[in-house]
């Protein structure tokens, strides 16, 4: 989604994506289209780094391939930072040109109807007469997945109908790489309907006023650039999508019941009437909750930081202010010994600040995170 110079917003395949993924989503985007929010930080993501390199990789080889035995190509993949109407219309015109001298494979072809832009992977000549001349286009686009997903349809789609007001003839097919070689080959005319379907209900949400959605959990989460943001609101919620095995139908309910938190449902009597929810399903729910809330507060009973003072009152905590507290002198050599190696590599097994607690008398750990909470 952009928001051109002439304040008019533009939308991509992605926003089709991200509409269907999550209505959460799409309004986020449409506030930071706006300039209604900010652009959530970048993610330090070495995994998206990897995949995004492995598809590069992967485009580059299909590019080989496809012109392998052409006459070159026509290449527009440096043609970037088109935000404004006049750059986008000026790169969809020279598209266009290429496309009438027919040349046979076109990669990054820039396409723009005014609303929507895309940019194909690769455009290749088929022999299906169109207004360009004896000849048409079809779009293929690269995917590192092996098997095809609807947003890949919508977005074939989206590319199809760009290029078929530029040839005058909608394409009959669209084809998708797949990552493990393969080629599959769409039928459009299939899911032209659908297709429509969900462009107007996209269109109609970008041309209505913003409205208020919540951060629900679903699958496009684990690869979300607004994932933390959501989380931590879920979190400062106290949000019925943190017990364990909550479906959103269950949450519906129990809303509707007066416990819109996890804190409320594990409060809640165990033979609360939540029907239609079931029982068994209301009890294991409220069992969970109860669980959740008391590991919670566990955690925070028992949580001491290493800067915190200990309570003078105690014994051993009087022993410690005057020095004499056996269990910190036995830490202090045995971080002495750690530190001159002179213990054999046993103690650096466990670490040499393993000392027994002084206020829970439970086993403390160096932690593993670099905390100091322990
Ligand atoms: S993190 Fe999840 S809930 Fe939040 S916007 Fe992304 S997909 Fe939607």
């Known amino acids: ?10 939308l991509a395949a992605t926003d089709l994506t991200n509409h269907l993924a999550c209505p959460h989503l799409i309004q986020q985007r449409l506030a930071i289209a706006r300039g209604e929010r900010a652009k959530p930080p970048p993610a330090d993501d070495p995994h998206a780094d990897l995949i995004r390199s492995r598809g590069e990789e992967h485009e580059r080889n299909v590019l080989a391939q496809l012109t392998a035995n052409q006459d070159g190509y026509v290449d527009f993949s440096g043609n970037d930072g088109l935000h404004t109407r006049k750059a986008l219309l000026r790169a969809a015109a020279e598209a266009a040109e290429a496309m009438r001298a027919g040349g046979p494979v076109i990669y990054q072809a820039p396409l723009f109807n005014g609303r929507w832009q895309g940019r194909a992977d690769f455009l290749r000549r088929v022999a299906t007469p169109s207004n360009l001349g004896a000849w048409s286009y079809e779009v293929l686009d690269t995917k590192l997945a092996r098997d095809a997903k609807p947003e890949y349809v919508h977005q074939l789609s989206v590319y199809s109908e760009l290029l078929a007001l530029v040839q005058g003839r909608e394409p009959e097919f669209a084809h998708l790489l797949l990552g493990d070689g393969s080629t599959l080959t769409i039928e459009l005319r299939r899911y032209a309907a659908l297709h429509r379907y969900v462009v107007n209900q996209l269109e109609t949400i970008v041309d209505a006023p913003r ?4 951060p629900e959990p ?3 989460c684990k690869v979300c650039a607004l994932a933390a943001e959501c989380d931590a609101r879920r979190r400062a919620d106290d949000h019925l999508s943190l017990v364990a095995g909550a479906r959103r139908d269950h949450r519906e309910r129990l809303i509707e019941i007066g416990l819109p938190t996890v804190r409320a449902l ?20 409220h069992h969970q909750a109860a ?4 590991r919670a507060t566990l955690v925070s009973r028992f949580t001491v ?9 105690m014994r051993c905590c009087r022993r410690r202010a005057q020095g004499t507290c056996s269990s910190t002198l036995k830490a202090t050599r045995m971080s002495a010994m750690a530190a001159s190696n002179t213990c054999g590599g046993g103690a650096s ?12 008398g439970m086993r403390r750990r160096p932690p593993l995170c670099g905390s100091s909470t322990l």
């Open 1 to 10: 989604m952009l928001k051109l110079d002439d304040d008019t917003l533009v």
């Open 211 to 214: 409205c208020h959605t919540y």
């Open 218 to 220: 679903v699958a496009h």
């Open 266 to 285: 594990a409060d809640a009597s165990k033979s609360k009437d939540a029907r239609p929810l079931r029982p068994e399903r209301f009890q294991l729910l």
């Open 291 to 294: 669980l959740q809330v008391s």
């Open 305 to 313: 930081t290493l800067s915190q003072p200990l309570r003078p009152d």
């Open 349 to 360: 097994q466990t670490g040499p600040t393993t000392v027994r607690g002084h206020t829970t």
